[in-house]
């Protein structure tokens, strides 16, 4: 309410599940005891019929989703060359992509350090669903990448992209701590679906990487992974890193579940596993960490782990860090030929990878491991 609102009105700001259809609404107006007026800026401006009351109503916590990684401090002011991960994987970095400029491939995560310069000239302009973002009183990381996770993830994508003119928009979702909640990263996916950019009206985004999840299903969740999959966008999730089953929302049947390899092509331990895994990519363990971009600045993370100069790339280990590499290869293949489904090219990428442990499908590969030259190469066969 506001000063200038009578006791008996209040703004109601439209959620997802509103009803669409006005006859539909004005059911639901009736059978809440409400009048609907105009309260401008997209909200409703109700009115208590005669006989009505407002009462105060208790709604469920939001369910905690963590990021899927471990930082390993590894500061580094140089990049790290070809690294093991895009050597086991077969990453190409030229090829022909005429459909590059309609795709682009989202990281709904932590945020993205826009002047880190493996990424410059690459990123779409940050969608931000967190806002304030301070960190012991020191530091606010609106609008940026406050943990170092995002930029990671961003940093093996372009790593995997390549010559390929496939923009990454970064949508911050989870603040510094790198612990979000269900509904701002729900909104995350599905601000990344509804993104169009008037400059470029043919480009959209045609794949997520969602780095992230926790024990508990979150219809919330699913209903946005849902509703990216209704617009034809395929959306990649890191399985978990506790050796347990798949975490959520990998485990939900509209995900493409990724499970983590090591530098030695086994299986890490830690990676969750169960037959919800439909393919495997590296990610690292105590012995070799992925390394990619870090942020340019100290992050919170940089501040708990005592590190005391910004440097601009760094270790991380999980399956957070193998999901990136199968969403950047999921790219490709939209840029080759954008009249793919996203079920198209799950399949595609699954039919590729090479077979880890027992024959065929398995709880702890799924198909097996990412193999980027035998999906691009099958894909410009079906492309010609």
Request: proline share 5%.
């Given at each position: ?13 439209p ?19 409400l009048?609907?007026?105009s ?18 109503m208790e709604f ?37 992509y ?23 000239g690459?990123?779409l ?34 790593g995997?992209?390549?010559s ?9 979702a ?8 269900d ?19 043919g480009?959209?985004?045609r ?20 509703y ?6 395929l959306?990649?999730?890191a ?12 485990a ?16 890490a ?45 760094g ?16 790219a ?8 793919l ?44």
């Amino acid at each position: 309410m506001n000063a200038d609102m009578l006791p008996e009105e209040m703004l109601l700001a439209p959620g997802p599940d509103f009803p669409s259809r006005s006859v539909t609404r004005s059911a639901w107006f009736k059978a809440a005891g409400l009048r609907r007026g105009s309260g401008g800026l997209g909200l409703l401006l109700m009115t208590m019929l005669s006989g009505c009351t407002w009462h105060a109503m208790e709604f469920p916590a939001a369910d905690a989703y963590r990021i899927q990684a471990e930082y390993v401090v590894v500061a580094s002011s140089a990049g790290s060359g070809a690294d093991w991960n895009m050597l086991q994987i077969g990453v190409i970095t030229q090829g022909a992509y005429p459909d590059a400029a309609q795709v682009a491939a989202a990281v709904v995560d932590t945020g993205v350090d826009p002047r880190h310069p493996d990424l410059a000239g690459r990123l779409l302009p940050l969608q931000d669903m967190v806002g304030d973002d301070s960190y012991d009183g020191r530091v606010n990381f609106r609008g940026k990448d406050g943990n170092g996770h995002g930029t990671h993830i961003a940093g093996i994508m372009a790593g995997v992209l390549g010559s390929a003119n496939c923009p990454i928009l970064p949508v911050k979702a989870i603040g510094n701590s790198g612990v979000g909640d269900d509904r701002t990263i729900a909104r995350g996916v599905r601000a990344a679906v509804d993104y169009r950019d008037p400059a470029r009206p043919g480009l959209r985004v045609r794949v997520i990487n969602l780095s992230v999840g926790g024990k508990t299903s979150s219809s919330v969740l699913e209903e946005a992974i849902r509703y990216a999959l209704s617009q034809d966008v395929l959306v990649v999730v890191a399985a978990g890193n506790r050796e347990r089953g798949v975490d959520y929302p990998a485990a939900e049947r509209v995900s493409l579940a990724v499970g983590a390899t090591t530098i030695k092509d086994q299986l890490a331990s830690y990676s969750n596993r169960g037959p919800e895994l439909a393919i495997s990519a590296p990610g690292g363990d105590g012995s070799e960490s992925v390394m990619s971009a870090w942020p340019t600045y100290l992050t919170a993370a940089d501040f708990k782990k005592g590190v005391g100069a910004a440097h601009a790339y760094g270790g991380m280990v999980g399956t957070s860090m193998a999901a990136p590499h199968v969403t950047a290869t999921a790219a490709l293949l939209f840029a080759m030929d954008n009249r793919l489904t996203a079920e198209q090219v799950r399949t595609r990428l699954q039919a590729t990878a090479d077979d880890l442990g027992p024959v065929g499908p398995d709880p702890y590969f799924g198909l097996g491991r990412l193999n980027v030259k035998q999906a691009l190469a099958k894909g410009a066969h079906d492309a010609q």
